[in-house]
């Protein structure tokens, strides 16, 4: 089956950098990769995604990358503010399966 | 957007009793329904695979006696914790996608349920 992998663990940056969030999948066959943001105690919350047939997407400050022949993605946070602070998950769609393999989250904390 | 209820979003149960939490799609329709439960600080476990008028497909491990799933209609499943223990208390949280839109997957807002 698939296996996602996701780095760093936690994140931390100054309001006003950048953050990014790098995930690697197995499945070559995958071919739709959300990411989502879930705040404490909230069930997660689908900020962005890409389908394997797009190398880039962008949404305001929020940017995703994909590397087919790597077979990884990345988020890109632009401008970082600490309401941006939250774990956020990748995840990776097996093609032919309705399942997500979600990534062990990214704690990202933007500090004043 | 697509939305996605849950309800309750809090649940304190004695050990021995019955929970059922119910999953609302709110302006779409889900043929297919997810069930996860985190543990904190961890990702998301997935429980089982609910298709709308048939019978749930359990992850492994998953006792499918113990954790009752219902789908009987396009926007509502349910998830019944059957004689709960405290350590069934967790969060968790239903997923619902559509036919019309089926790569995406939207979240309800979790139910957190403490056995005691």
């Known amino acids: 089956g698939e296996n996602v992998e996701q780095h760093p663990s936690t994140l931390s940056v100054q309001e006003g950098d950048s953050a990014v969030i790098k995930c690697t999948y197995s499945d070559s066959a995958s071919n739709y990769f959300p990411w989502y943001k879930q705040e404490l105690g909230k069930g997660p919350q689908l900020i962005i995604d890409?389908?394997?047939?797009?190398g880039e997407k962008k949404d305001q400050r929020i940017a995703v990358t994909l590397n087919k022949t790597a077979k990884h993605f990345s988020l890109h946070i632009t401008e970082t503010q600490p309401e941006d602070s939250a774990v956020y998950f990748c995840a990776a769609r097996y093609s032919g399966y309705s399942t997500l393999t979600f990534g062990k989250g990214t704690m990202l904390l933007v500090s004043p | 957007g697509a939305v996605v209820s849950q309800h309750p979003s809090r649940v304190i149960c004695k050990s021995g009793t019955s929970v059922k939490i119910e999953c609302r799609s709110l302006?779409?329709?889900?043929?297919?329904m997810f069930w996860y439960r985190q543990f904190p600080k961890q990702s998301l476990m997935l429980m089982a695979t609910?298709?709308?008028?048939?019978?749930?497909?359990?992850e492994q491990g998953v006792e499918k006696d113990k954790f009752l799933i219902n789908h009987a209609s396009l926007t509502l499943s349910t998830l019944t914790v059957a004689s709960a223990h405290p350590e069934d208390s967790s969060f968790y949280i239903c997923s619902a996608s559509s036919g019309a839109r089926s790569y995406e997957q939207y979240f309800g807002p979790g139910t957190r349920l403490t056995v005691t």
């Open positions: 890409i389908r394997s047939n797009v």
């Open positions: 609910s298709n709308e008028g048939s019978k749930a497909t359990y």
């Open positions: 302006d779409f329709q889900a043929t297919t």
